[in-house]
């Protein structure tokens, strides 16, 4: 990656952090590495995690063992973030995609998250 694209990235992120909208709604945001995902949401009034789920998580490993690509790792992490955040009483959020484009493994964590109910 380069260091305009680095650039860039950094001032989306601060650009979605920064808007007021957000401290109307907590914040969903997600995080895509070469092998994992993972997505939180956030109050950033309070400035703290409400809910958070990663491909990573102890509780999800069966799941993820059986789950053939990334695509489906992601749409795994995105059900279990929506059930997490329903017991937490969470239904509508902000989607920060965190300067990732939205297709691929971003798109289907997103609508795996819509599917369970969870609005923005």
Known sequence: MSRDSRLKLKSIRRRNRSKPINSLR???????SLNNISAQIIDD???????????QDKD?????????????????????????ASKAKIDKVVFDRNGYPYHGRVKALADAVREEGLDF
């Open 45 to 55: 009034n309070k400035g703290a995690t409400l809910v958070a789920a990663s491909s």
């Open 26 to 32: 907590p914040r969903l945001v997600v995080h895509r």
């Open 60 to 84: 999800l490993q069966k799941e993820m063992a059986k789950a053939g690509s990334k695509l489906d790792k992601s749409k795994l992490v995105g059900t279990a973030l929506a059930k997490k």
